[in-house]
């Protein structure tokens, strides 16, 4: 069901696979023995996750002959910041369960899923103070800024179900999209590498993936591609129009709309927009939509190719497949 231009026309494979060796985040030193129970609180967040961020920090770092104890360093940022993000998201969301666990807020209670998060976020700033480089921890810092400047934003749009598709990227672009722009260029900061044109493509290479993250994220809301099993229209139950709906709900009336955002149930999602067909057709030009960002991040590709060192394109070739991973799901 609803396949991918891209694979289809250019890969002909129907499985691409990101693997790389195994990385644990943390180990025991990591947090202080005399706190129990936050270390039984971060066994299990740290227990399920897939751990994608670390793994895409560790394929750059490993093109760019970063050093392995470095590797570790950035992986273990990336993935205590989103961590940390998780904790406070679920929480304020009020979601009961985190990768089919109990939340942290519901299993602990708010205030340790609170101050579990903050104490991620300090041990971020803590480790890499201790690594030298001015520019990553600035760096660091500002992605967690715009982490929390996404999460006003969205907090904001709450049973707004006139907030359109810009305005829902933008807070993509500070809540997804920062960290996938983290994973892409600390590698290259940690080495001091800072050329300008660098970073700009790789930021808006970050970007794109991270839109594309969101977006077939939010249909799974819709039960596309969802064999993750997400519960089905949990973001609009929760008066949160996400980037689908929003953009099948644009050129409806307003009182078609009301009715749309009312629905209990996705057939009666499909009902209210039309139909079975309807819907379908909506689904196929919001792929379109987002193949146009696919063909956008292979052109940038090439740009990056003459920005790095001959021995370094290995990089491209696992970028290339990342578009696949994250929008249509082919892992």
């Not at 722009?181 to 808006?204: G, I, V």
């Amino acid at each position: 069901m609803y396949p991918s231009p891209w694979l289809d026309s250019k890969r002909k494979s129907t499985q691409i696979r990101f693997l790389v060796k195994n990385l644990k985040i943390y180990s025991e030193q990591d947090f202080p023995k005399y706190l129990p129970r936050l270390n039984l609180l971060f066994d299990d967040l740290f227990s399920s996750g897939k751990g994608f961020r670390a793994k895409l920090v560790q394929k750059v770092s490993g093109h760019l002959l970063v050093p392995d104890r470095t590797q570790q360093l950035l992986a273990q940022t990336v993935e205590f910041i989103h961590n940390a993000s998780l904790l406070h998201d679920d929480l304020i969301d009020r979601s009961i369960l985190r990768r089919g666990k109990p939340a942290a807020w519901n299993k602990y209670s708010p205030e340790y899923a609170v101050l579990a998060g903050d104490y991620l976020l300090a041990r971020v700033m803590v480790n890499l103070s201790t690594y030298g480089s001015i520019r990553l921890v600035q760096y660091t810092a500002e992605v967690i800024s715009e982490l929390l400047e996404g999460e006003w934003l969205q907090d904001s749009v709450i049973r707004d179900f006139d907030v359109n598709l810009e305005k829902l990227d933008r807070i993509h672009n500070l809540k997804t999209a920062s960290l996938f722009k983290w994973c892409l260029r600390s590698p290259f900061y940690s080495l001091e590498r800072q050329d300008s044109a660098l970073h700009e493509t790789l930021e808006k290479l970050g970007q794109i993936l991270g839109l594309l993250f969101q977006r077939s994220d939010d249909l799974l809301d819709y039960n596309i591609r969802n064999e993750e099993g997400k519960s089905i229209l949990g973001d609009l139950k929760s008066g949160y129009l996400n980037s689908f709906g929003a953009f099948v709900a644009q050129e409806l009336t307003a009182e078609k709309r009301s009715m749309l955002v009312k629905s209990q149930t996705l057939d009666e999602f499909k009902s209210h927009l039309g139909g079975d067909l309807i819907f379908d057709e909506k689904v196929k030009q919001f792929d379109q939509v987002n193949q146009k960002q696919i063909e956008l991040y292979h052109h940038l590709l090439s740009a990056l190719k003459d920005m790095l060192k001959p021995q370094e394109h290995g990089i491209l070739k696992d970028f290339e497949p990342l578009t696949e991973i994250l929008y249509w799901r082919r892992i």
